[in-house]
């Protein structure tokens, strides 16, 4: 009896409670603090992406200072061939010079022998080279037509010796400016790649800390946040893609219909042409026909040239290039463990008996000029403000994408080639 009381009263105690409303005050702080909320984890997405870009930028710029190290080394190469080829010239010119000359002095032993005074000896004895040699000899009336043939051409020999040695001298301070230029390039380079790892760190470490603190506002986990950040990287990444690829394709279209203008009016040039020398060999034809001439029988025309040859292979160079895959990008690399962009394109066409330069710049002008639409397996893409300048290669294999050696910290991969910096044109080896 005494239970039933207590759960009888406990009830009527607890229907006697009225509810409990939030006031408009906790309302409104509730909604404020849910719109702060929101208000930070849009602000630590901007910052997140911001970061990204800021990554993006020191890496490029580190990628571009190495291709401009890759370019004065080039530059040094061909200087120092020009420096060797200089000298090899300025030796032989002056081996031509002392065989005129020793010709030269044979004629004074012989001067000599036949009994010539002593003046005319020491003219020919004394001299300091061909040229003075024969400044002096021509004065000496007892020199034949023959000697002084011969001592023009010593003069001419000891005149050609003495520029070739000029010119190599020229070609070798080249060679030492251009061996300070690639000094100075590497420096550079050196820093550029010091700086992209210590702001990939730091910048690593914020994006980090970036993560926590959007794990923590929306009650996820890290992992979950990065995979979250990586996703809409991809994505943002995948809009600008397609919005290169369509501007490519209308810059493509643009070209197609100017080429197909161009087409219509070489045509109707050639058909305005050929009417012409049709009614002109009409008339020739009549002409000759009225004076009892036989009509002159039209000559054959050749028939076209075949068509060019592409180079063969392009299964051995993209073999190549895959099987790189996950190796570490190294400024200046080509092999067979690291890698920089030219260095890989370089290596890669090796495979199939082409011969490229290290160097972006001159990979461009070693390529024949092949529109983005019309690419092929084994093309090279460049990007930058223009091919001689370009920054970056890449091997073209197909579907819009490439295998390229992108930049310090990151492995050679595949990778789309719609960017904002893409070249209109490849280069076909």
Not at 183 to 198: I, L, P, V
Not at 289 to 294: I, K, V
Not at 381 to 405: D, K, P, R, W
Not at 415 to 429: E, Q, T
């Amino acid at each position: 009896m005494v239970g039933v009381l207590a759960v009888s009263m406990a009830l009527s105690a607890a229907a006697d409670q009225k509810p409990v409303y939030p006031s408009k005050s906790q309302v409104a702080r509730a909604k404020t603090a849910v719109t702060t909320t929101s208000s930070e984890i849009a602000s630590l997405d901007a910052q997140y992406v911001s970061a990204s870009a800021r990554l993006a930028q020191v890496q490029d710029r580190a990628a571009a200072a190495a291709e401009a190290y890759n370019g004065a080394r080039y530059e040094l190469d061909k200087r120092s061939a020009e420096t060797v080829a200089a000298k090899q010239r300025a030796a032989r010119a002056q081996d031509i010079a002392d065989a005129a000359g020793l010709q030269v002095r044979r004629y004074a032993a012989s001067v000599y022998q036949q009994g010539g005074n002593l003046g005319e000896l020491d003219a020919y004895l004394s001299s300091t080279g061909p040229q003075d040699l024969m400044d002096r000899a021509t004065a000496l009336e007892a020199v034949s037509d023959a000697r002084t043939q011969s001592l023009q051409k010593a003069g001419a020999a000891s005149i050609v010796a003495d520029t070739m040695r000029k010119q190599a001298a020229q070609a070798e301070a080249a060679q030492l400016k251009a061996a300070q230029v690639a000094q100075a390039a590497r420096n550079a380079a050196q820093a550029q790649a010091d700086q992209a790892k210590a702001a990939a760190a730091q910048i690593q470490q914020q994006q980090s800390a970036l993560t926590t603190r959007l794990a923590s506002l929306r009650k996820t986990s890290v992992k979950l946040e990065k995979q979250r950040q990586d996703g809409l990287a991809a994505a943002a990444a995948a809009r600008a893609a397609a919005a290169e690829a369509a501007r490519q394709a209308q810059l493509a279209a643009e070209r197609a219909q100017a080429a197909r203008t161009a087409a219509a009016k070489k045509a109707a040039r050639e058909a305005a042409a050929e009417a012409a020398r049709q009614k002109a060999a009409a008339e020739a034809a009549e002409a000759a026909a009225a004076a009892n001439h036989p009509r002159p029988r039209p000559q054959p025309t050749e028939p076209p040239p075949p068509p060019p040859s592409t180079n063969g292979g392009v299964s051995a160079v993209l073999a190549y290039a895959r099987a790189q895959l996950g190796k570490p990008y190294q400024w200046g690399g080509d092999g067979p463990d690291t890698f920089d962009c030219s260095g890989l394109t370089m290596r890669a066409w090796q495979r199939a008996g082409v011969n490229l330069s290290h160097y972006t710049g001159a990979q461009w002008g070693e390529t024949a000029r092949v529109a983005i639409s019309d690419l092929r397996a084994g093309d090279l893409v460049f990007f930058g403000s223009s091919g001689a300048n370009s920054h970056h290669v890449g091997l073209y294999v197909g579907g819009g994408q490439m295998i390229e050696a992108p930049y310090t910290g990151a492995n050679v991969r595949y990778a789309s080639i719609y960017r904002s910096d893409l070249v209109p044109y490849g280069g076909r080896p």
